[in-house]
Nanobody, 120 residues
């Protein structure tokens, strides 16, 4: 099992910045990738950014150039640096960890979510 705990959400004005962190514990060494998803009211959960165990990263088009995902391997932590925040970035942000099982199926773990609100 893997446990994921997010921190760092809050209220910020448009154009501002926030940094989210996700601390992984348990069998976190088994994860192939970690990422951040978000879900706004009335919308489906969407992938924001991801980083593989090899360090490769990927971003949703809507956040490219504004968000940066990174990790601190020694601390088993993944962060999401969010700059130039927009109203439409308002959502609950979830940390995700993914591994493969013996049948090569994806097994996902989720944090409890942290609210990010962009408002003037």
């Amino acid at each position: 099992q893997v446990q994921l705990v997010e921190s760092g959400g809050g209220l910020v004005q448009p154009g501002g910045s926030l940094r989210l962190s996700c601390a992984a514990s348990g069998n976190s060494y088994s994860l192939n990738a970690m990422g951040w998803y978000r879900q706004a009211p009335g919308k489906e959960r969407e992938l924001v950014a991801a980083i593989t165990s090899g360090g490769s990263t990927g971003y949703a088009d809507s956040v490219k150039g504004r968000f940066t995902i990174g990790r601190d391997t020694a601390k088993n932590t993944v962060f999401l640096q969010m700059n130039s925040l927009k109203f439409e970035d308002t959502a609950v942000y979830y940390c995700n960890g993914r591994r493969k099982d013996a049948l090569n199926r994806n097994i996902d773990y989720w944090g409890q979510g942290t609210q990010v609100t962009v408002s003037s």
